[in-house]
């Protein structure tokens, strides 16, 4: 909202790759304070590489109570299984052997996806 961005935008940059002058530097300052992302380890962001569905999921899942899946079919044990297993418990993805949450997600999915989880909330 408009209170967050003074509240979790103010202090320290937290990522050494994302300098003052970056014209993304407010937006990712401002969800790195808040929680929303944590980087991919080591003070770094990483603002030109590619995003995992793995990354995404996590990222959409801190916006929400954590659950619990018995994943079926996902054949996955990553630093990010209590993402996907709460996509999987609220219905934003199937528990298929398809889903690969290592694998790169494109700027057309991840638009496609979240604009899937929304309407869910609507």
Known sequence: DDESIPRYGAGQAIFDDVGAGAWHY?????????????????????????????????????????????????QYDGWARQAVETAVALGWIEDSAEVAPDSIITRGEVVDFINTVLEQYR
Do not use: C, K, M
């Open 26 to 74: 407010q937006t990712v300052t401002t969800i790195g304070h808040a929680g929303i992302v944590n980087g991919i380890g080591e003070g770094q962001y990483d603002p030109e590489g590619l995003v995992t569905w793995a990354q995404a999921l996590t990222i959409l899942s801190r916006f929400v109570e954590p659950q619990e899946w018995p994943l079926q079919h996902i």
